[in-house]
């Protein structure tokens, strides 16, 4: 079975542009986390949504928004970029809310200039 | 204050001894849940042990075990006859309660494996 995807794996993007990143959950899994690491620092939690309703949501900006599809796969969009937003993205999934294995994909390289 | 407060950035290690990674965590909920990472250069976090506040036993998974002291509030990460392939970052993290998937995440351990 196919795990945790995500796209793209790199992007470039300018200051004050938009950009979606993708995140499709292993098969059956309900449950979608985003997670933002920083160079140098442990990932930090942005949202999770279950069931297509955000349950969860972190310390960031309105800037950075997400939805979950009838399928289970994400989106995480972030508006306005700064230089700080360049990070590896992280998703990752589970079964359903609050089982403690989350199983992340390999993550999305966004890089702001 | 630090939920999760791991103290060595890096160690290195030489091949087959055991090595033992540091954490400490800081919550006020009866509930929670510990868990380690590892995350290779390619960037993806991988899964290799958990363990359950209410767990009587310390959590073993293959050459992983955790050190659990919960009136310590630690919960160290033990890895027997190291291998190269076991150099990377890895990251002590924390659930509390179990409504959501919120995990709170140390700023890491750089382990280094010498042959």
């Known amino acids: 079975d196919a795990g945790v995807t995500q796209s793209p794996t790199h992007l470039i993007k300018t200051r004050g542009q938009h950009v979606t990143l993708r995140c499709s959950p292993i098969s059956g899994h309900k449950s979608v986390s985003w997670y933002q690491q920083v160079l140098g620092q442990g990932p930090q939690f942005i949202f999770q949504?279950?069931?297509?309703?955000?349950?969860g949501r972190g310390n960031f900006p309105d800037r950075f928004s997400a939805r979950q599809f009838p399928n289970y796969s994400s989106e995480l969009n972030v508006n306005a970029l700064l230089l700080g937003d360049s990070a590896l993205y992280l998703c990752?999934?589970?079964?359903?809310?609050?089982?403690?294995?989350?199983?992340f994909g390999p993550g999305t390289r966004l890089t702001v200039t | 204050a630090q939920k999760i407060t791991q103290t060595q950035p890096g160690m290195f290690v030489q091949e087959k001894e055991a090595v033992t990674l540091d954490c400490t965590y800081d919550?006020?909920?009866?509930?929670?849940?510990l868990f380690w990472y590892k995350q290779p250069s390619s960037g993806e976090m991988i899964f290799l042990i958990y363990q359950g506040s209410y767990d009587q036993q310390n959590a073993t998974e293959g050459r992983y075990s955790l050190n659990f002291q919960k009136a310590r509030k630690s919960a160290n990460l033990v890895i027997s006859a190291s291998q190269l392939g076991d150099s990377a970052m890895y990251f002590c993290a924390m659930r509390e309660g179990s409504r959501d998937d919120k995990i709170i995440f140390g700023k890491g351990t750089r382990l280094h494996i010498l042959p």
């Open positions: 990752a999934s589970s079964v359903l809310a609050g089982l403690y294995e989350q199983y």
């Open positions: 949504y279950y069931e297509k309703e955000e349950r």
């Open positions: 919550t006020s909920d009866p509930s929670y849940g």
